[in-house]
């Protein structure tokens, strides 16, 4: 257990760059495809109980992918961070 807790408990370096462009190549292909049905008129964009279809409803769909993808991210590193933190603590009592 002690062994384990050293090893883990340093912050790894690139962790947030990492894990956005992980999760940004990860919803392409998504964003992708809900925007090739939006123009064809399968899909809509719902907003404000309006549906949009359309090019200016799929450039969305497609800029709100990195924006999705920064979200995620954060939450993400912010419990990573609390993880790595609370070993510390364990690596002080351990010591």
């Known amino acids: 257990m002690k ?3 050293y090893k883990y408990s340093e912050t790894p370096d690139g962790l947030f760059k990492r894990l956005f462009i ?3 190549f990860g919803y392409i292909p998504f964003g992708i495809f809900q925007a090739i049905l939006n123009m064809m008129g399968v899909w809509p964009l719902s907003f404000n109980d309006r549906n949009y279809y359309g090019m200016l409803s799929a450039v969305v769909i497609l800029c709100s ?3 999705f ?3 995620l991210t954060v939450i993400v590193w912010f419990y990573f961070m609390i993880g790595i933190l609370m070993m510390k603590v ?3 009592f351990l010591n």
Do not use: C, G, H
């Open 69 to 71: 993808a920064l979200l």
């Open 65 to 67: 992918v990195p924006l």
């Open 3 to 5: 062994k384990l807790i």
């Open 90 to 92: 364990a690596r002080t």
């Open 22 to 24: 992980t999760f940004t």
